[in-house]
């Protein structure tokens, strides 16, 4: 069973730069597609970039595309959302998550993926 933990959530104004990061721990990272997640109050959780096990494949959702980048350190065990460009829009609770499956890339949706991170919030003022 993978444990995530998600950090580097904060605070900024729009047009600033965060990047999120989601340490894996336990059996569950190697090989597994992993993906960002984000769910604004009041709002139901929506899909945010997903990659593959050897960090060749990304996708994105349309509304972060061209801002945000997804990348992963399999050595570290980490996957990385780098967010450029924020607006108010954006300001979410961001959650990492893993894959059911092994080798694999699944649909960017929420129910092929499993374990969870408890989330970081991320806050943009206008």
């Known amino acids: 069973q993978v444990q995530l933990v998600e950090s580097g959530g904060g605070s900024v104004q729009a047009g600033g730069s965060l990047r999120l990061s989601c340490a894996a721990s336990g059996v569950g990272f190697s090989g597994y597609t992993m993906g960002w997640f984000r769910q604004a109050p009041g709002k139901e959780r929506e899909f945010v970039a997903r990659?593959?096990?050897?960090?060749?494949?990304?996708s994105y959702a349309d509304y972060v595309k061209g801002r945000f980048t997804i990348s992963r350190d399999n050595a570290k065990n980490t996957v990385y959302l780098r967010m450029n460009g924020l607006e108010p829009e954006d300001t979410a609770v961001y959650y990492c998550a893993v894959s059911r499956s092994r080798w694999n890339y699944p649909a960017p949706q929420a129910t092929a993926f499993g374990s969870w991170g408890p989330g970081t919030q991320v806050t943009v003022s206008s």
């Open positions: 990659i593959g096990w050897s960090g060749d494949s990304t």
